[in-house]
């Protein structure tokens, strides 16, 4: 259990809530078993990151976007663009 706090499973949603909470602290205003809120502090509001497939946000799904997203806003920009 405790190995779970800082190093999350890499086969289910649990790998980018972990990941994102460990990496992005300051920034996390809520997390959940099917979201992720964030502060970003370019943009003007919340910005809410649903997890609702529990196969989707493995490292496999995720792994890169999280490894090229130096920051939150990066983060974000990749998530939600197109």
Known sequence: M?????????DTRAYFRGTVVRRFAPYVRAASWD????DVPSLSALRRIPLRDPWRGTKEHVG????????VATLVERLTSG
């Not at 405790?2 to 890499?10: K, N, V």
């Not at 890169?64 to 920051?71: E, G, K, M, Q």
């Open 2 to 10: 405790a190995r779970a706090l800082t190093a999350p499973p890499h």
């Open 35 to 38: 979201a992720v809120v964030l």
């Open 64 to 71: 890169a976007v999280l490894d090229a997203s130096p920051d």
